[in-house]
């Protein structure tokens, strides 16, 4: 890397960290709270849009008379979820989440299920974040139509260098956004309840339409309507993403490590809880309507049908309401509602890099996302989310509505597959444990545990019956793909392992009958005598100089000029009647493979060092082409001898600062 290079680097990602320093990056529960539930309460911001959408097709009012149904049985499954996943960070405080539950207590096969879905997950969790809060930004600020998917990926690109520069100091710069979005939701619901007591609350401004039904929807059936209300709580389930967050990222706290993590899901819980409620609370009162974008139309004013309505967001149309008369509480609540929508996908850059790293130790992915970088985070894992959550975005242009029906399906997986193998757990240590206040706590946790993993089973279904058409296909399809790739990774890396153990009867340790040292020649200049001289130094059984004979005049030049300076070494000449260089070298390499096969062949290549990087186009190509040929073939070693130019005189300094993943994973 140049010395501007490294400049921008150190401006992007600050200073590199020692290994010992990874205490520092240790987080306490007031920063830990921002960072890993940042996801969790940020949908608050969308999942009430997604239930009175699903709803609104039905027209009417039966978005008012069956969103507090809906709310309701979300709040159960947040409730369930949370204490489910108390018992997981006590259980499992190593940071593999619900990975690690389902391989421990399933089997690998299980584990690798979860870990496909929580990998695409966090994905989606970037993308549809991102996209959500350019989508608010947007209609506050116009200018931003028609650019929103440049303006997400500039977004992943900023939180991507956050993240790059460490958790802890990530952290500290995302949670003065996050504290301030809770405290304009709950100003909000403060000053609208304030408003209900006293008579004065306004109406929202969608509250003077009416809504009729979409065409599919002018006759409900009993079924029609359960499918309608289970599709609405599918929806409204978007609530829950993030909570698994905390039981992947509990080595990232402060000790006690599980207690802390506890504690802030809990905190989490009970936070989302109460901005929802307050939000469905607030909506219903106002009379907030809210139209299928993909579906425009059937907003009547009058019994008229209104064109070209573009309606706010359902907190956008909340502040309008409660906040009616101070235009600053309107626009702070818009400005904290885009940030966190932004910063909520801060969870998945500190979940799925830390994931990914589990994963890469146990060989289920490349070794390179295992490594820390300069700033001890995973920096490998960071931009392949970024990369991919980039893609996305840019394929479905940053609209929301479409990326949400890919989304929640592999939080669901991983909520089911991990309480299935919490409630194993608790059976293992039943059947040893004989304490009986031990065992009483055991059978209560066990309890908790399987309500958890029946609800979000019944939700996994729910989901996948009502968006697998919508775009849910997409996800399902992403996870089985991940599932088998990850599973060649592993075989392969069993593979190489196997072929590379020791032998117990101690063959690997003989030493070759003798060594064969070939210094390929093409000049006779300082490389070619230096080349010569090392290869004297290892004091070979054969050592012979070899040429290939593409031009006789050249090569004729060649033998004269050595046998002039009387050089100790046979120079043997080899044919190559089409000008080529590589093949004729690799044969007469097998050759001499073939009459001695208990022999080393070690070949010397001299190679220029350059400093420039068009100055390495010009040079060692065909050095190149031969090592990467040379390395296929058994029994030979290549070595490659160095003459440095002047070019490259003092650019061994630029490369003295650790490489990305220089640092291994640490606890």
């Given at each position: 890397m140049s010395v501007t290079g490294r400049a921008v680097k150190r401006l992007v990602v600050g200073r590199a960290m020692r290994s010992d320093r990874l205490g520092e990056t240790l987080l306490p529960k007031k920063?830990?709270?921002?960072?890993?539930?940042?996801?969790?309460?940020?949908?608050?911001?969308?999942a009430p849009d997604e239930i009175f959408l699903t709803l609104g097709t039905?027209?009417?009012?039966?978005?008012?008379?069956?969103?507090?149904m809906i709310t309701a049985c979300v709040i159960f499954v947040m409730a369930v979820v949370v204490m489910s996943y108390r018992q997981n960070v006590h259980a499992y405080p190593s940071g593999g989440g619900d990975y690690e539950v389902a391989t421990t207590n399933l089997g690998p096969k299980a584990g690798l299920t979860v870990a496909s879905a929580l990998l695409v997950d966090?994905?989606?969790?970037?993308?549809?974040?991102?996209?959500?809060?350019?989508?608010?930004?947007?209609?506050?600020?116009?200018?931003?139509?028609?650019?929103e998917a440049l303006v997400a990926v500039l977004l992943v690109v900023g939180l991507t260098a956050m993240n790059l520069r460490?958790?802890?100091?990530?952290?500290?710069?995302?949670?003065?956004?996050v504290y301030l979005f809770m405290l304009g939701i709950f100003a909000l619901a403060i000053v609208g309840?304030?408003?209900?007591?006293?008579?004065?609350?306004?109406?929202?401004?969608?509250?003077?339409y009416t809504l009729a039904p979409q065409p599919h929807m002018d006759s409900l059936s009993q079924i029609a309507v359960m499918f309608l209300l289970l599709r609405a709580f599918s929806s409204g389930c978007a609530a829950l993403t993030g909570v698994e967050a905390i039981s992947n990222g509990v080595p990232a706290f402060k000790k006690p490590k599980s207690k802390n993590a506890a504690s802030t899901l809990l905190l989490m819980g009970s936070i989302s809880v109460a901005m929802l409620v307050s939000i469905i609370t607030l909506a219903n009162w106002t009379g907030v309507h809210i139209q299928d974008p993909e579906h425009p139309g059937n907003l009547l004013l009058h019994g008229v049908p209104v064109k070209g309505y573009n309606e706010d967001t359902v907190i956008g149309q909340l502040s309008h309401a409660v906040f009616h008369g101070f235009p600053l509480g309107i626009l702070f609540v818009a400005i904290v509602t885009g940030v966190i929508l932004v910063l909520a996908a801060n969870t998945a850059f500190n979940g799925f890099p830390v994931l990914a790293s589990i994963l890469a130790r146990d060989g289920w992915l490349p070794r390179q996302l295992h490594t820390r970088g300069?700033?001890?985070?995973?920096?490998?894992?960071?931009?392949?989310?970024?990369?991919v959550a980039i893609l996305l975005i840019v394929v479905y242009d940053a609209e929301p509505t479409r990326l949400i029906q890919l989304y929640i399906v592999g939080v669901f997986v991983s909520f089911t597959t991990s309480q299935t193998g919490m409630i194993r757990h608790w059976n293992r240590l039943l059947r040893a444990e004989q304490n009986p206040a031990e065992r009483k706590r055991m059978r209560r946790s066990r309890v908790i545990n399987a309500i958890g993993a029946v609800m979000a089973g019944i939700v996994l279904v729910v989901v996948l019956l009502t968006k697998f058409t919508h775009g849910a296909g997409y996800a399902v399809a992403a996870m089985v793909v991940l599932f088998f790739v990850m599973g060649q990774i592993r075989r392969h890396y069993t593979r190489v392992r196997e072929e590379l153990a020791l032998e117990d009867d101690g063959d690997d340790q003989l030493l070759p009958s003798r060594v064969h040292a070939v210094v390929l020649v093409s000049k006779l200049?300082?490389?070619?005598?230096?080349?010569?001289?090392?290869?004297?130094?290892?004091?070979p059984s054969v050592l012979e100089a070899i040429t290939v004979d593409v031009d006789p005049e050249e090569t004729a030049a060649l033998q004269a000029d050595w046998e002039r300076r009387q050089i100790p070494i046979t120079l043997k000449t080899v044919a190559s009647p089409y000008r080529e260089i590589t093949r004729p070298v690799v044969q007469y390499v097998k050759s001499v493979r073939r009459d001695s096969p208990r022999d080393v062949v070690m070949i010397y290549i001299p190679e220029y060092v350059v400093g420039k990087w068009w100055e390495q186009l010009l040079h060692n190509q065909s050095a190149l082409r031969l090592k990467s040929r040379l390395l296929f073939t058994p029994g030979v070693l290549v070595a490659s001898v160095p003459w440095q130019l002047r070019s490259s005189q003092g650019h061994e300094l630029r490369y003295d600062a650790p490489a990305a993943g220089s640092v291994r994973r640490g606890q």
């Open positions: 920063l830990a709270l921002p960072i890993f539930a940042s996801d969790a309460l940020s949908s608050v911001a969308y039905a027209g009417g009012t039966f978005a008012f008379t069956h969103s507090w966090y994905t989606l969790t970037v993308a549809v974040s991102v996209s959500s809060g350019v989508q608010n930004a947007a209609s506050a600020m116009p200018f931003l139509h028609g650019h460490g958790v802890r100091e990530s952290g500290s710069f995302f949670a003065i956004p309840v304030i408003r209900k007591l006293a008579g004065d609350l306004p109406l929202a401004e969608s509250a003077k300069d700033r001890l985070a995973y920096s490998n894992g960071i931009l392949i989310l970024a990369a200049h300082k490389p070619t005598m230096r080349a010569l001289a090392y290869a004297r130094a290892t004091r």
